[in-house]
């Protein structure tokens, strides 16, 4: 089963993306199912690799190697190894594989202690998915895997959504710990359940965090940055999210840490912080973690605009010489896009925004410079001081 691409394809895929989209495709030979593995040529005959095919699927075929070797269990199980040899990781709960970051589009594993939580988002990797679990278990002698199989890139696959145990079994909330605190993974939550990527990013604000600041952890989900904050000395902090069951887990997981010091608001974060605002309600240090509110480039502009929105509305609230941890987990918005929103923010408000530290992805989501799809999360630790 071939398929051959044009000629005046872009050097993206030459220069090692793994995505062929439907309109680089000159013709396809053979006859092929909806996840098949099928073998890569470019105009001249030339061999580039091998990958899985979906014709629901813009992106045509996912290329899994640049070798003319077998797509089977060992070939996962070396991808996988491959991966934590990458992150050499002493850590009893981390990424272990991050998708087309790992060579292994479609697929996302993480370890919270002795559980595992997979997400399969393709066809093609779906079809794999036995000899995947089984070298899972090989390699790590879990107490259960739960998969969470439930993006909306699962229809775009002509996939149904999956969620359950799938080996094993555990509890509902996942207990897992971090930075000496304890946290619990929701497996009816968010992605797998917690955000792994933000958890060296929160380690940052230690220096500026002490017993006399009045703290705001804003779209907090399950409460990391008010936790850590908590953690490092707070007087106060206050957890703001939509979500009536983030809120609760957070509360579970304050009391499970012994923490006091907190309230908790279910809401919309535009309007509670605009509300603080109209009452006078100033804050040390505040984190604003939003969801990446662009999926792709078509949404690019409102995306700045919430950007723009939230974080001017936080610096309203900020006192002077107050602390911003704020936070971009999409790569329809560059780096530059953000800084430029947040220095557009400070702006209107007459604000000087001093940089105190960058953050970004942890070793465990590897960024691919190849594939700018890996590249998504920014994070800054700023100091916002009233120019007048």
């Known amino acids: ?71 089977d269990r060992e070939f996962f199980k070396k991808r996988i190894l491959e991966a934590l040899k990458r992150r050499n990781s002493k850590e009893e709960s981390f990424r272990v594989v991050f998708s087309e970051a790992d060579n292994l589009p479609g697929l996302i594993v993480d370890k919270f202690e002795k559980f595992l939580v997979i997400e399969i988002n393709t066809l093609g990797i779906e079809k794999f998915k036995s000899q995947i679990i089984d070298v899972l278990i090989e390699i790590f002698n879990p107490n259960g895997i739960y998969e969470k199989s439930d993006s909306s890139s699962r229809l775009k696959e002509g996939l149904p959504t999956n969620t359950g145990w799938i080996y094993g079994n555990g509890p509902e909330l996942i207990p897992y710990s971090i930075n000496g605190i304890r946290f619990f993974a929701d497996t009816r939550g968010q992605k797998t359940g917690a955000f792994l ?8 604000l230690k220096n500026y965090v002490d017993n006399n600041k009045i703290c705001l952890d804003c779209f907090s989900y399950t409460g990391n940055f008010g936790l850590h904050m908590l953690k490092f000395g707070a007087k106060h902090v206050i957890f703001v999210d939509y979500s009536q069951r983030a809120i609760e887990i957070a509360k579970l997981t304050l009391k499970e840490n012994g923490f006091e010091n907190f309230d908790l608001i279910v809401g919309n974060a535009f309007d509670i912080l605009k509300n603080f605002d109209k009452n006078s309600k100033y804050f040390d240090v505040i984190s ?17 605009r919430g950007y723009k929105e939230i974080n001017l509305r936080a610096m309203k609230i900020l006192k002077n010489h107050g602390i911003l941890a704020t936070s971009s987990c999409t790569q329809v918005i560059s780096e530059n896009d953000f800084l430029n929103t947040i220095f557009s923010s400070a702006s209107d408000l007459n604000k000087l925004v ?35």
């Open 1 to 71: 089963m071939r398929v051959q691409l044009k000629k005046d394809i872009k050097n993206r895929i030459k220069n090692g993306h793994p995505w062929i989209y439907e309109n680089e495709i000159e013709k396809i030979e053979g006859t092929i199912d909806n996840g098949d593995i099928v073998e890569v040529f470019n105009h001249e005959s030339y061999f580039i690799g091998k990958g899985y095919i979906n014709f629901n699927s813009k992106i045509r075929v996912r290329l899994l190697t640049r070798k003319n070797e077998k797509i």
């Open 197 to 204: 990527d933000q958890r060296f990013n929160a380690l940052s």
């Open 288 to 304: 604003i973690d939003p969801p990446s509110f662009a999926k792709s480039a078509s949404n690019k502009k409102s995306a700045l």
């Open 354 to 388: 001093r940089v105190l530290h960058k953050g970004g992805q942890p070793f465990d989501h590897p960024q691919v410079l190849n594939i700018l799809e890996t590249q998504y999360l920014k994070f800054l630790l700023l100091e916002i001081e009233n120019i007048k």
